[in-house]
């Protein structure tokens, strides 16, 4: 079986929990099929793993378009590379058209993998303008024209359901994210934490993530300000989506900073490595997002045995056990697509509460790093989610 997967990111182009399950899933599934990846940009590896690769620029005659054009017309340029194919698998909105037109075009199924869903995900008219309404019709006509669908969670998949109700529930299945756990395992050096100032003796709170509405990062800053004066907050971000929340952010730093030391702020992707030690020298790890389809984040921060305080949404709490391996902070959101908690001061209070919570209780954050790892190792491995990927391209190939 040939299986052309298409995607936006991919090694070295990695900036999300997206970009890691395609590369991690290339890694496991080339070992048991024919896998050809098309990729946006043109650095890519050429062979990875035993799966050949192929990197697209943007047309250069669409550089003064909108993004979301310019990503349709990167689109339409992997379209020929599809020919051949069994069928075609591809990752976010960006791939999305591409496997909707590549399918059409030579006659093959056409999977998609849902990683996010653009209704839920308002906040994007601020980055893409118009472009977001172009996202947001080339993410549905492929979801109701899909042979099938992948939800990395349950909870993704009732968002799908739930957002594009006409589509048949029967071609909806889960299949979650993994974790190599041979990769991400505790390293407690120390060479991370100098370079980037961190103190390892006093206790860490630590993010790692994109400064985007759904990662919640001005919620976990107020929240920082109701921690014992001698807690570090150790943050590993992206560059902010807008300006506006750019400034709303710097503004909280700032305000933390003027009250209390350790507050470190680490920009832009740095070594996997580095993240690693970071992560194992954390006391808790925290991702108070109030949008997050599985939070692949939560499970690389268990695999370094680091304690997770994380907020009940999407698929959180499938990775996430309360009382097991962290705590989970529930919260009422507004229905309108964008997330936002009900009562924002509440949210605030009963994230630091629970962060307080692990925070004081040196054997407890143990135990629950502890368990983490081993429900990472037991219940995320890539090579079991490769194998049910194989089974439902059968599935979805049989019913063709």
């Not at 590369?23 to 024919?34: D, G, K, M, Q, Y």
């Amino acid at each position: 079986m040939r299986v052309d997967i298409v995607t936006k990111e991919f090694p070295p182009n990695i900036y999300g929990g997206a970009g890691v399950h395609v590369a991690e899933l290339s890694r496991s599934l080339a070992r048991h099929l024919t896998l050809k990846v098309h990729a946006f940009g043109t650095n890519v590896e050429p062979n990875y793993h035993g799966a050949e690769v192929f990197g697209y620029a943007d047309p250069t005659d669409l550089a003064e378009a909108n993004a979301a054009v310019q990503t349709l017309g990167t689109d339409l340029k992997m379209l020929s590379g599809l020919a051949g194919t069994d069928l075609i698998h591809t990752h976010t909105w960006y791939a999305n058209m591409a496997g909707h037109l590549g399918g059409l075009l030579h006659g093959v199924p056409h999977v998609l993998s849902a990683h996010s869903l653009e209704p839920l995900r308002p906040w994007k008219a601020e980055q893409l303008g118009g472009g977001y309404r172009v996202s947001s019709w080339a993410e549905s006509t492929a979801y109701h024209s899909a042979a099938g669908v992948i939800a990395v969670s349950a909870g993704m998949r009732e968002d799908i359901l739930r957002c594009y109700p006409d589509i048949d529930p029967d071609k909806v299945t889960v299949i979650h994210n993994g974790i190599d756990t041979e990769f991400w395992t505790p390293d407690h050096g120390t060479d991370a934490l100098s370079k980037y100032g961190i103190d390892p003796a006093r206790p860490i709170v630590s993010f790692v993530g994109r400064i985007t509405r759904q990662k919640g990062v001005p919620y976990l800053l107020r929240a920082a300000a109701e921690l014992p004066a001698e807690v570090q907050l150790v943050l590993c971000v992206g560059a902010p989506d807008t300006p506006e929340l750019a400034a709303e952010v710097n503004g909280l730093i700032d305000e933390l900073k003027a009250t209390r030391s350790g507050i470190v702020v680490v920009e832009g992707m740095i070594p996997r490595n580095e993240v690693i030690q970071i992560l194992t020298a954390s006391t808790v790890f925290a991702c108070p997002s109030i949008y997050e389809p599985l939070g692949i984040v939560n499970l690389e921060a268990m695999a370094c045995e680091t304690a997770v305080v994380a907020s009940a949404v999407g698929g959180i709490p499938e990775v996430v056990a309360p009382g097991e391996t962290g705590e989970l902070v529930h919260v009422e959101q507004v229905q309108d697509g964008t997330g936002t908690p009900v009562d924002e001061d509440k949210f605030v209070a009963d994230f630091a509460a629970a962060l307080n919570k692990v925070l004081a209780d040196e054997k407890l954050a143990e135990n629950y790093g502890k368990a983490g790892r081993r429900r990472a190792q037991e219940h995320f491995s890539w090579d079991a989610i490769a194998e049910q990927t194989i089974e439902f391209y059968q599935h979805v190939l049989n019913r063709s």
